[in-house]
């Protein structure tokens, strides 16, 4: 009975009176949840605290501002000003003040960052510069005019303003750029315990780092240690015998997309960055790499259809957005003009049998619909290096295959198709629907294996003689299946429709 009655306050608290309905946890979630809560379940800010904050801004309250956004991660105010009209950045930015945090200006595209730079006075934007890592700042000042960047470099202190101009000095999307300067480094002699000792006295360290390099005197690397087994070791053990010799080492001069892919393979979290003499002059770290395989991949996705990278329809004022794609666009017109030219050369066969003109958009959409798909697989597997030159001939045959399969299926499906209807319709004398699905038939299946053989021999062609696959194939393609598609069919159907 004691242990009863110990327990029955409990379960009087926790079960409701009789005939009472049971309180809901999600019901009360809901009432301690804010009405303009930022962020929705996937993390993305919501559309009333974005109307709401831009409600704040159009009246210059700034409390309400500050109020908004002081939870908020940098990351976060970026897409909020991004999000945010034209007009509304710059009254944001002059808000905030300087609660505004360093790490948004790297967060931002880079079209929006240009007006948030503007609103921010010179000073004060020495100040955020400085507190940045060294690629993302030299990331965020690259491009300014060259006068705008010598003024503002000019407030910044010494040290870090030497070490952006040396950032500067590298190539865009190389390791140079993309690196940051503030590296861990230590000689081999050094033991653990006077490296911990190091660690906690040293004024300033990289924000984020996961190995201690080990260097010999002209600071060339023998190795590196994880932080996770340096840690573990007693404090007299010395580096040298922890360190990792075959440590991947990053060349400065190269480009992004082989770090990015050295990364991938060897399943990196940070590596060093060493000049021309071997020499230690920063690292990566596994952040940057994402950014550079989110931005590598829009690229390529962009670029597939005939889009700049930087059409952002968020930050580019419409005439610019205009002018960029009218290129693809005028390169489009010259490739749909050239499938015109085939189809005026059968004229007087479209006119002898109308329903060739009903048909004729089956071909030309089915080939260009499988060229695409072809494509998109090779640029893919072309990036990812899944393609190469040891494997090219057996993908070829394979996509060939894939592309007859398919071109059979669909004759055969057409053909049939096409000729009942041809002959219900009336047209022809007896026995042209039977024929008429065959000429159909034929056309598919040469245009189905004429798309796939494009799909993988254009971009393969393309990364051959030097130019981006991703850029340059899709018209090639479309161009191919359609001249391929029309004049197929439209041959074959002068040569055996109305010749019969």
Not at 28 to 39: F, G, M, S
Request: glycine share 8%; net charge negative; charged share 25%.
């Amino acid at each position: 009975m004691a242990q009863s009655s110990l327990l029955d306050p409990v379960q009087n608290e926790k079960t409701p009176p009789e005939g009472a309905e049971p309180e809901r946890d999600d019901e009360l979630e809901e009432e301690e949840r804010a009405p303009d809560a930022p962020l929705d379940a996937r993390g993305s800010l919501t559309s009333d605290f974005i109307r709401s904050v831009g409600e704040a801004v159009e009246h210059g309250d700034r409390e309400d501002v500050l109020a908004a956004c002081v939870d908020l991660k940098a990351a976060d105010v970026a897409d909020l000003i991004e999000q945010l009209s034209e007009a509304a950045r710059p009254k944001l930015v002059t808000l905030l003040g300087t609660d505004f945090d360093a790490d948004i200006l790297a967060e931002l595209d880079e079209d929006v960052r240009e007006s948030v730079l503007e609103a921010i006075p010179t000073e004060q934007l020495a100040g955020h510069i400085a507190e940045l890592d060294t690629d993302e700042a030299a990331f965020v000042v690259q491009d300014m005019d060259e006068e705008g960047r010598a003024e503002l470099l000019a407030e910044v202190p010494i040290a870090d303003r030497l070490a952006i101009e040396a950032a500067l000095e590298y190539e865009e999307e190389t390791a140079g750029r993309l690196m940051q300067r503030e590296v861990f480094a230590a000689p081999s002699f050094s033991t653990v315990g006077q490296i911990i000792d190091r660690l906690r006295s040293a004024e300033k360290l990289p924000d984020l780092f996961y190995d201690v390099y080990v260097v010999d005197p002209a600071f060339k690397v023998i190795g590196g240690v994880a932080l996770s087994r340096f840690l573990k070791a007693p404090r007299e053990t010395k580096l040298i015998d922890l360190v990792e010799r075959d440590l991947v080492q990053v060349p400065v001069d190269m480009d992004q997309e082989e770090v990015a892919y050295l990364f991938e393979k060897y399943n990196l979290i940070s590596a060093p960055v060493v000049d021309s003499g071997d020499r230690l002059v920063g690292m990566v770290t596994v952040d940057d790499i994402v950014e550079v395989l989110h931005t590598e991949a829009d690229e390529d996705m962009l670029a597939l259809g005939g889009v700049s990278s930087e059409n952002n329809v968020l930050a580019l004022p419409v005439p610019k957005i205009a002018r960029s794609r009218f290129t693809w666009l005028a390169v489009n017109l010259g490739t749909a003009i050239l499938a015109s030219f085939v189809i005026s050369l059968f004229d007087a066969t479209i006119q002898q049998v109308v329903a060739l003109a009903v048909l004729m958009p089956i071909v030309a959409s089915m080939g260009g619909n499988a060229g695409t798909q072809t494509l998109t697989v090779a640029v893919r597997n072309l990036a990812t290096r899944d393609l190469t030159a040891a494997n090219a001939l057996r993908v070829v045959f394979r996509e060939t295959t894939v592309s007859l399969i398919n071109g059979v299926a669909f004759a055969i499906l057409l053909g049939v198709a096409a000729g009942i209807w041809y002959q219900a319709i009336g047209g022809g004398a007896e026995g042209e629907g039977m024929t008429l699905g065959l000429v159909l038939a034929a056309a598919m299946i040469i245009t189905m294996l004429s798309a796939g053989l494009s799909g993988i021999l254009i971009p393969l062609g393309l990364q051959r003689v030097g130019a981006d696959p991703a850029v340059s194939s899709a018209v090639f393609v479309t161009t191919v299946t359609d001249v391929v598609g029309f004049f197929a069919f439209l041959g074959l159907a002068a040569a055996f429709l109305v010749g019969s």
